[in-house]
């Protein structure tokens, strides 16, 4: 189980690990755009994609993974054909510039908190740079 110190809360309040690693496998739980350190939430999707991606990060780097070591991720998105869409592309493009993992975005009514906008779940290969 990796839970960084930010996730503490969350694991004591859902019961659920920030990833799970299993040999050089990882496992990420769905990252939102809020801050961790202010409990903040971002103001629309660049900001929530920005905060998804470096808790996801955090996440990675806790369980000794980079996001060159991403192999897959899933997305949840409260709105895919509009500009929201757009602005989670080109946050994505800048957190994962190259080999590009695989990916399947999944249009939802809503996530948890009534206020997020996307959910990024990620799974990793420690070490493999995605090549």
């Known amino acids: 189980m990796i839970n960084p110190p930010q996730n503490r ?18 496992w990420v739980s769905g990252q939102v755009g809020l801050d961790p350190a202010t409990h903040t939430l971002g103001q629309g999707m660049e900001a929530q994609s920005r905060l998804a991606f470096e808790n996801l ?21 409260l709105d895919m054909h509009g ?22 975005a999944v249009g939802v009514t809503h996530l948890v908190n009534p206020d997020y906008l996307v959910e990024i779940r990620a799974v990793a290969v420690a070490h493999c740079g995605a090549g």
């Open 83 to 104: 500009s929201d869409i757009q602005a989670f592309v080109k946050i994505k493009d800048e957190y994962v510039p190259d080999r590009y993992p695989a990916w399947t």
């Open 9 to 26: 809360e969350t694991y004591d309040r859902f019961h659920y690990s920030a990833a799970t690693r299993v040999g050089d496998m990882i």
């Open 57 to 77: 990060k955090t996440v990675l780097a806790a369980a000794g993974a980079t996001m060159a070591d991403i192999v897959e991720i899933v997305t949840f998105h």
